[in-house]
Antibody, heavy 118, light 110 residues
Framework: QMHLQESGPGLVNPSATLSLTCTVS????????WSWVRQPPGRGLEWIGYVFYTGTTNYSPSLKSRLTMSVDTSRSQFSLKLTSVTAADTAVYFC????????????WGQGALVTVSS | QSVLTQPPSASGTPGQRVTISCSGS????????VYWYQQFPGLAPKLLIYRDTARPSGVPDRFSGSKSGTSASLAITGLRPEDEATYHC???????????FGGGTRLTVL
């Protein structure tokens, strides 16, 4: 049974960089497309982008200029960095895995609340 | 702003049949599979329907998905109090080259 766990600071200053890591356990990190999905308080889900286990990335156009995703297969981890954050980036950030370029997210982390505030 | 359009809310009484719609376009629902997720407050979404109509193991057959053209629907029959949750539709979008989610529909069991 695959388990995903997000980790990272819960509070980030405005204009700083938001960094999160997702650790995969219970199954192989191959050959999944590893996505980040966020949900602002009281709102819907927003796909941020994915990193394939090969390191190939695909970002949402609305966030592309501020995003970097990476994967560390030796640690079964993948990461998200979002620069120049504002209050609009406050959300619960979920990591999720799909076996193809689809919306078929079979595996989800529990989510990590990140608040952007000084 | 979601490109997949869902009603913000729906409701029904125990035992009733409820449907939730999801409207998109030819670049997403019209050409790609639709997925439905169930989400309870404070928890991660859970895959409810995949590839338009299929149910993962463990999902009751009270839940069913359908699709016609650029719209999809989730139907819940024999509504139960424990079905009270938010339901999200999702699909890959060819123009975006990424995943689109609907805005979510909050289902209330009266």
């Amino acid at each position: 049974q695959m388990h995903l766990q997000e980790s990272g600071p819960g509070l980030v200053n405005p204009s700083a960089t938001l960094s999160l890591t997702c650790t995969v356990s219970g199954d192989s990190i191959f050959p999944y497309y590893w996505s980040w999905v966020r949900q602002p308080p009281g709102r819907g889900l927003e796909w941020i982008g994915y990193v394939f286990y090969t390191g190939t990335t695909n970002y949402s156009p609305s966030l592309k200029s501020r995003l970097t995703m990476s994967v560390d297969t030796s640690r079964s981890q993948f990461s998200l960095k979002l620069t120049s954050v504002t209050a609009a980036d406050t959300a619960v950030y979920f990591c999720a895995g799909a076996v193809a370029e689809t919306a078929d997210f079979q595996h989800w982390g529990q989510g990590a609340l990140v608040t952007v505030s000084s | 702003q979601s490109v997949l359009t869902q009603p913000p809310s729906a409701s029904g009484t125990p035992g009733q049949r409820v449907t939730i719609s999801c409207s998109g376009s030819s670049s997403n629902i019209g050409s790609k599979y639709v997925y439905w997720y169930q989400q309870f407050p404070g928890l991660a979404p859970k895959l409810l329907i995949y590839r338009d109509t299929a149910r993962p193991s463990g999902v009751p057959d009270r839940f069913s998905g359908s699709k016609s053209g650029t719209s999809a629907s989730l139907a819940i029959t024999g509504l139960r109090p424990e079905d009270e949750a938010t339901y999200h539709c999702a699909a890959w979008d060819e123009t975006l080259s990424g995943v689109l989610f609907g805005g979510g529909t909050r289902l209330t069991v009266l």
